[in-house]
C-alpha cells in the first residue's frame, strides 16, 4: 500500500537523454522519455496498447516514443499518434500518462491522481542548482526493502554507532545516543534537530577544516517530508562562536545530503541521494572524497535494512518494542499512516 | 491451457543417442531415450514409479531405461521389466509413455489421449531429407514465453521494421507494411503469402545472387499448422519471369524457414527452427552465413517476446487493441481457440 | 511438518568460535554464538525484538549478542540486558532462546517445549573424542530436499550399485542386492546390518589392508534414531576369523560414518557427517583419502535426491510403488510417522 497522491523521485534527469529509462514505481512499470522537440520528459505506463510490449524496448522517434515491436508511436500525453499501415487510429488506442516534472536534478513523478497534482507541493532544493557554494555528486541505489524501513534508518541516528562503527559512526557511540535532540512534528513530516555541544570534532571535521579547533558545537539537522524525502544538513563550528544562532558562517564543516525514497514494489525501492560539499567548495577533490565516504556508509545501511526486510517477509513485525531513540521515528510513521488513511479515505 | 491431441516437436532427432534427454512439454516432465536394440526413440513420464526419482538421471541398458537411483528399469513401452533382487514386478510398476515418431529429423510427440494419436496428421517437411537441394542447418532455443507469442510474431511480418531493424528488416519498413498480403483460412491454421512486386532487391539478395537484377517479385509464403508449425519460403525472382506462377525456377533467391513451437509451460516454450539454403546449395559457406543471420534475427524475437511476456505476467491483456495489420494473427488465435473449444467439448 | 520435540545438530561446535552463526531450523531463524566469558553457546531466534533485525548481522560482546543495527543486547537466555540511551529493559524486550548443548563436537538444538527438553536423550557418538582410535574429518552440506529423503537414501543400500557406480558402489551391484539384511526395530528407530559373508574384498579394502587376503566376511552395520541420526559402521575381516562374533579384532578394515539430517524448511536439509578412519589410524593420509572418498559418493546422493525432491515437488508422491529392498526404510518411516502423531496428540 503506498500513498500515490504524491510526488516521488522517478530519476535523476541527466539518466533520461536520448535513451528511455524503465522503472517500476508503486508496482507500476514506468518508461521515461524526453520528447525529441522541446526535450520536456513525460512518464507513460510501460506497456504498448497493441500487444503489450514493454515501450522501454523501443526508441525516440520524431513524433514520440516508437515501440519497439510493430511500430506504434506514443506522445508524452499518451495518446497514439502513429500506427504503420492503419490510417485511422482508434481513440482507445493510447496508455496511461503520469505527470512528470523537471527540477532540482530531479524528475519527479506523480502515482495518483492526475487531477490533484500540484506542483507547487514538490520538495525544494535549490542546493542542487548551486555549484557553487554546494558542489555535488549522486547515485541511485536499488534497495531490496521497503522503502519506509530505509526512511526509519535515517530517523534514529543511534544506528551511526552500530552500522557505521568503522566508518562515519567512529567511537563516537555515547556522543550520538547522549546529543540533545528537539524534534517539531509538521503537516507532511517533521523536522529535528540534535546538537552535539561543546564536543571533540571527529577526524574527519579537523581533515576537512584544518582550523576548526579542538572543541565544535556540532549539529545534524533532518527535516523529512512524506512520503519519501528527507532533507540533511550536518556540521560544525569552533565552540564560542555561537553556532545554535548562526551556523552558516565562515570557517565551519557542513555538507548537505539529500535522500529520496521512492517505492518499488512493497518491498523493494530506489533510494536517490546527493551529498554537497559545503566546506571546500574550490576543492573538486573534497568533493569526490565525500561521495566516496557516503558511497561506503549508505551501502552498510542497504545491507542492514535488506536484511531487516528478509526476516521481517519471513516473520512479520509482531512482538516488535520501540524504544526511546525512536521517537522521530515514530512520529514519522504515524503522519504516513495518516496521509495514507486521508489518501483512502478521499478515494472511498 | 494446451492442445494435447496434437503432435508437437519434443527433440530434434540428434539430441537423443546414448545418452537420454530431459524436456518438459506442456507442464509435463519427459525423458525421451533410444531403446539399445531397435534404436527406436521413445518417451516416459519423466518419475520413477518407485521414488519419483527422474529416470532422465539414468541410463539406457539393454533391457530398456535404468533408473539411476534403485536400478528399476522400463520399456519405451512403460513397463518395468527389471526390479532389483526382486523376482515379481507388479503391474502398477510402470510409467506413463507418449507415442513419439521420428520422421523429417524430429521426434514428434504426442501428448493428449494416445488412442488419438494418427500418424498421418504429422506436419510434412521433406526438405530436411533432401540436403542436396536444401542444404541447412537447425537449433532450439528456449523461450521464456507462451508459444503463441512466438507464433503471434511470425503471423504480424510487419515487426520485420521494427525488431529487425539492423538485421533482416533493414531499412524496408514500409516495403514491409504496404506488401499485397492473401490470407487463406484452413481447417488447422491458416496460409498466407505477401508479394513485394517490381521492388529493389535487399543487399542480401544480391550479395546472395549476384545477377538477380535491378528489379525483383519478392515473396514471403507462410503456413501455420495448428498448434505449433509455421513453415516458411521465402526468395525473390528477376521481375518479368512471372514469379507469381512460378517461383520454383532456377536463378532466383531463395530460402526455406521451420518454426516449431512447442510449449513447456504457460510462459515458456522450445522455438525449434531450422534455416535451408536454396540459392546456392554447393557453397557451405552460404549455408553457414544464413544460418549466422538467421540466429541473429530470431534471438532478436526472442528477446522482444520475453519482455512482452513479463509485461503480461505482470499486467494481463485487457485493454489491448488490435490493429490492420493482425489480421493472419488473429485468424491464427481464432482457430487455436476453436481447436483447444473442441478438444475440451470432446473430452468433457 | 517436523518432529520438533527432539534434537537437532545445529552446528559442528567448531563452526561458533568468536563469529556468529545463522542458521534455519525447522523454518526458524536461529542464530548462535558463545558467551564471551564462559564459552557457552547459545542458541537464540535470530530477529532483534526492537526492529526485528537478524541479530545474527551484530557482534558478540561482553554482555552477551550485540544487534548491529541499534545495539540493543541480548544474552544466551534471550533477556535484552542493553538498550542504548534507556535505563528501563521492558520485560517484553527479549527474544526466544532454544536449549542448546555441546556434545561431541556437536551442538544440539531443541526445536519444540523447553520443558521435555532432556539432554540425557541426546545420541552418543564418543567417536568424535577418540581421535587416537578413530581419526577423523567432517563436513556439512545444504541440501535443497527434505531431510527424510536423505535417510531414505541410508536406509536402502541397493542403491550404491546405481549411484556410486563409479565410486564406492564399484561393479558389485549384486553382491550388494544379494546380501544378508537382518533389521531390529527400535522404540526411536531400527538397527539393521548387512552381510556378505566369504566375499572378494572390493580393491578399497585391500589398498587399506594390504594382508586383508582373497575372502572377507564384510558387514553394514546401521542404527538409526529418530529424527535425524543416522549411525554407520562398515568393514571387513578375513574369512574364518568369525567376523560375525567379533568384528573389533586387530587386521580387519573398518570405518564409521556420522550421519546427522537436520531439517531447514519442508524441501531443505542440513547433511553434517563425519568420516573416521579405523584401519591405519597413524597414518593421516589414510583419513585424508576417506574424507575425499566419501565426500565425493555423498555428493552423488546430494545430486540425486535433489532431482528427487525437484520431480515431487512438481508431481507429489501419488502412484509410487514400495519394493522389496524398502524394508528398512519403510519402517523407519513408520517410526517417523508414529512420533510425529504422538507428538501432535500430546501438544493437542
Known amino acids: 500500500m503506498f500513498i500515490k497522491d504524491a ?124 555549484y557553487g557554494k554546494w558542489p555535488h555528486k549522486h547515485e541511485v541505489y536499488h534497495v531490496k526493502a521497503n522503502s519506509m524501513l530505509m526512511v526509519d534508518n535515517l530517523m534514529d541516528l543511534t544506528h551511526l554507532a552500530y552500522v557505521h562503527k568503522s566508518t562515519i559512526g567512529g567511537s563516537n557511540a555515547n556522543a550520538h545516543i547522549e546529543a540533545q535532540m528537539k524534534v517539531t512534528p509538521k503537516d507532511t513530516g517533521l523536522h529535528f534537530i540534535r546538537w552535539l555541544l561543546n564536543s571533540t570534532p571527529p577526524p574527519t571535521y579537523k581533515k576537512a577544516v584544518p582550523d576548526i579547533g579542538e572543541r565544535v558545537d556540532r549539529w545534524m539537522e533532518f527535516e523529512f517530508v512524506a512520503p519519501g524525502s528527507v532533507i540533511q544538513w550536518t556540521g560544525g563550528l569552533k565552540t564560542g562562536l555561537d553556532a545554535q544562532n548562526n551556523r552558516d558562517q565562515e570557517g565551519g564543516f557542513s555538507l548537505r545530503i539529500f535522500h529520496g525514497l521512492t517505492p518499488e514494489t512493497e518491498n523493494s525501492c530506489y533510494y536517490f541521494w546527493s551529498a554537497a560539499n559545503g566546506y571546500r567548495q574550490n576543492d573538486p577533490q573534497a568533493t569526490e572524497d565525500l561521495f566516496h565516504e557516503i558511497t561506503v556508509a549508505f551501502s552498510e545501511d542497504k545491507g542492514i535494512v535488506q536484511a531487516q526486510q528478509r526476516m521481517l517477509d519471513e516473520t512479520g513485525t509482531s512482538g516488535l518494542v520501540d524504544i526511546v531513540s525512536d521517537q522521530a521515528r515514530v512520529h514519522m510513521r504515524r503522519t504516513v499512516t495518516k496521509l495514507l488513511a486521508q489518501e483512502q479515505q478521499s478515494a472511498a
Open 7 to 130: 510526488w516521488y523521485i522517478a530519476a535523476w534527469a541527466h539518466e533520461v537523454k536520448e535513451q528511455v529509462l524503465a522503472r517500476k514505481i508503486c508496482n507500476e512499470s514506468i518508461v521515461i522519455f524526453r520528447d525529441k522537440a522541446t526535450q520536456k520528459a513525460g512518464a507513460l505506463r510501460d506497456r504498448c496498447c497493441h500487444r503489450g510490449t514493454p515501450l522501454s524496448y523501443g526508441q525516440v522517434v520524431d513524433a514520440g516514443l516508437e515501440c519497439g515491436y510493430h511500430g506504434l508511436v506514443f506522445n508524452t500525453a499518451g495518446t497514439c499518434v502513429h500506427i504503420p499501415g492503419q490510417a485511422k487510429i482508434p481513440s482507445k488506442a493510447c496508455v496511461q500518462s503520469f505527470p512528470l516534472v523537471e527540477k532540482d536534478e530531479f524528475l519527479w513523478i506523480w502515482m495518483g491522481d492526475p487531477e490533484k497534482a500540484d506542483v507547487s507541493k514538490i520538495v525544494d532544493y535549490p542546493y542542487h542548482n548551486d
